[in-house]
């Protein structure tokens, strides 16, 4: 760990020490993650890194720096850390209540907003940070969104991110169950639930397995127990000609479209990540 003795560590020493000891830890994108948690301590961003290399670091900033490189050596993820991550373009408050927003999800944002009415009523459920449920009223100024989950801390970091992307009027953070949903005759559910089978739990990586919440991650047995609950609830809660959307794990939408169909549910299709993983699995309820 970094010495606080006489030695004078000078913004580029310490990167360069930061980074080596990161790749020794198995830290992918060392120098990056050193950079930013540098920039985070000092108040700079990354270019004003590169231009106050020679600037010697205080006790006190070498003391703060210290601390962020500790918990990130025990891998804590760097969002938590830092305290604030970037999903749709947009800024996120995140701790360790909530998942760490991940790129794959903005999928099911895209796919979301290419069938969404102007105007519809959406449920998330499980909304976590609130990711999903603020990217789409971001983009929709006349949508209205319930935001469900079952955690208090989590609904706290969901209602400081709508506050803080200006969506707050049309995002109502709800407690809830996915066992009992809202019967709200919403146009849309929308759900990146947990799917992680749960012997699968002890080979994920640290950042996962030992920070974020299990809650928001373990899907029972299969992975598949979320699914069952959204898709059996699924025409109680939609109006008629309703869309479920839910993000799925690598290699579950086969079976979650067989869910889907035993439910009762129509014009169930698939959507490829970026990777052309099957990302999202999409069900309409029967029109009158």
């Known amino acids: 760990m970094i010495a606080s003795g006489g030695e004078r560590w000078t913004v580029l020493k310490i990167l360069q020490w930061t980074a080596d000891y990161f790749a020794g830890k198995q830290i992918d994108a060392a120098r990056l993650e050193a950079e930013l948690l540098l920039a985070a301590t000092l108040g700079l961003d990354r270019v004003g890194l590169y231009v106050n290399f020679e600037r010697p670091l ?31 373009s947009l800024p996120f408050n995140v701790n360790a209540a909530v998942l760490v927003p991940r790129a794959d999800t903005e999928v099911l944002v895209e796919e979301a907003l290419a069938r969404i009415d102007d105007s519809a009523r959406v449920l998330d459920v499980g909304t976590g940070s609130g990711a999903i449920a603020i990217a789409l009223a971001h983009e929709k100024p006349a949508v209205v969104v319930t935001a469900l989950d079952c955690s208090a ?11 803080r992307n200006g969506v707050a009027e049309r995002v109502s953070c709800v407690d809830g169950d996915l066992a009992a949903l809202p019967q709200g005759g919403y146009e849309m559910v929308v759900s990146n639930p947990p799917y992680i089978p749960t012997r699968e739990w002890e080979t994920l990586m640290p950042e996962v397995r030992d920070h974020e919440p299990r809650l928001a991650l373990d899907g029972g047995a299969d992975g598949l127990d979320a699914y069952r609950h959204l898709a059996i609830q699924a025409r109680k809660i939609l109006v008629p000609g309703g869309q479920l959307l839910v993000e799925v794990g690598i290699g579950q939408a086969r079976d979650v479209c067989a869910l889907f169909k035993a439910a009762g549910l129509a014009e169930i299709q698939q959507r490829n990540d970026y990777s052309g993983i099957p990302r999202v699995v999409i069900g309409r309820t029967t029109k009158l």
């Open 58 to 88: 205080g006790a006190a900033e070498l003391t703060a720096f210290r601390e962020r490189v500790r918990r990130r050596a025990l891998r804590e993820p760097l969002q938590y850390i830092l305290g604030e991550t970037e999903f749709w």
């Open 153 to 163: 801390p989590a609904l706290e970091v969901a209602r400081g991110n709508a506050l």
